[in-house]
C-alpha cells in the first residue's frame, strides 16, 4: 500500500509542475507569398517598387476565431533582410490597433526567405471575424515579396500609423504584403482544410471587399464544425512549373503541410499548365502531357499521404471562350480542352486521391458541357462570378474531408466533426 501511496504522491507532484497546457493553433487565414515581378510582365504588381516611412495596413476576415492569435510575416522571396519596424491587429475595421511583439521586442528583422510569427496576441476573436493588420516600415524597404490579387482594399499610408484607428494620407491598392498567415489558439479538436490552387482559388473575379472566393462560402459551412478553411491560391499558379509564384510542387510544403492544424488539402490547379503555353505568358513553352499532370497529381498525393493528410482532388472547371478581348484570348483552344478533359476523365476513375470534388460537372452548362453556365460565370468564361463561387462550395460533399488518408499514413490529424453537430 505504501508504494502505491508513494507513486500517487509523485505523480500529483509531477502535475503541479507541469505547466498550463500548451495552446492549439491551427491556421485560420492565408495568402500564399509570391515573388514580385518586373515591370516587362504582362500584369502591372500594384504596388510601388518600395516603402519608405510607410505604413501597410490590410483587412482580412478569419475562418475560425479563437482565444488568442499569432500572425505570420513572410520575407520568402526577398534578396536582402526585412525589417518591421511596428505591427498591430485591430479587432475590426477601424478599432483601435493593439501592437504586436516579437520575442518580446516591437521590430523584428527577418532573413531572406524567411518568415516570422509574432508572439500569441490575447485577442479572442470568433469565426469569420474580420482583422485589420498595419506594418510600418521607417527606412527604405524593397518589396520583393508580395500576393498580388488579394480581392480586398489595402491602404499605404505615410509615416508610422500603425496604432492609428483611421488612416490619414492613404492611398489604396488590392494587392497583400507581409503578412502571409494567421494562427489562432482554438479547440484540441479543431483543424483546417487547406485549399491549393490558382486564379479560381485565389478569387480572380470575386466582388471587390465582399469575401465571396469559392473558399469563403466553404469556410462558412465548415466554421460550425470547428474546421477552418485556409485558401492557398495564387492567380497564374501552375501545378507543374512555376508562373505567377512557386508551382505546386515547390509550395505545397510551406503553403499546405507546414500551417499548423492541417488534416485535408483540396487540389484544384492545372488550368495554367494546360492553357499557358502558346499565349503571350509562355509563347514558346511545350504543353505538358497528360502523363506528366498525373505523375505531378500523384507526387502531390504522396506527400499528403506520407504525413496522413486526407487529399482531396478536384475536376477542372469548363472554360471555353476564356479571357475574350484580352492579350489572353488564345488561352482556350479545342485540343486544350481535350486534355483537359482526358485529366478529369482519370480524376473520375482512376486519380490517386483519398476523393475527387466534380466542379466541372457543378458548373458546366449540361447543353454545352466544355462552357461554363451563364448563371455561374463571372462573364470572361474561365472564371466563376459569385454565384459560381458558392455552387463550388455547395458541390463539396462535406464527408469527403473527414477521416485519415485512405493511402497511407498515421492519420493522427484526421478531421471530424464537433459533437452535438
Known sequence: MRRYLLAATALLSLSAHAGPAQPHWVASWQASPQPVWGED????????????????????????????????????????????????????????????AFDGQPDVVIGPGQDRLSDPLPLATADQQALQVSVYVAGPTPLQTFHWDGRQTSWIAPGNQSLASVLHGASTTTA??????????????????????????DGATASLDADQRWTDHLAARLAPHGVAVVNAGISGGRLLRDGMGLSALARFQRDVLDPPGTASVIVLIGINDISWPGTAFARDQPRPTLAELQAGYRALARRAQARGVRIIGATLPP??????????????????????????????????????IDLDAALRDPAHPSRMAAAYDSGDHLHPGDAGNRAMAEAVDLGVLTGPSTHGGTGVRALSWRKGI
Open 41 to 100: 510582365f504582362l500584369f502591372p504588381t500594384l504596388i510601388p517598387a518600395s516603402l519608405h516611412d510607410q505604413t501597410f495596413r490590410q483587412t482580412l476576415r478569419l475562418s475560425l476565431g479563437g482565444s488568442a492569435l499569432r500572425v505570420r510575416l513572410s520575407n520568402a522571396h526577398g534578396r536582402q533582410p526585412l525589417r518591421i519596424d511596428r505591427a498591430s491587429v485591430a479587432s475590426q475595421p477601424g478599432a483601435t490597433p493593439l501592437p504586436l
Open 176 to 201: 497583400r504584403l507581409f503578412v502571409s498567415g494567421i494562427e489562432v489558439a482554438a479547440p484540441s479538436a479543431a483543424r483546417s482544410v487547406v485549399v491549393i490552387g490558382d486564379s479560381i482559388t
Open 319 to 356: 472554360f471555353a471562350g476564356a479571357l475574350p478581348g484580352t492579350p489572353l484570348q488564345d488561352y482556350y483552344q479545342p485540343d486544350k480542352d481535350a486534355l483537359r478533359q482526358q485529366l478529369n476523365a482519370w480524376l473520375r476513375t482512376d486519380s490517386p486521391f483519398d476523393a475527387v
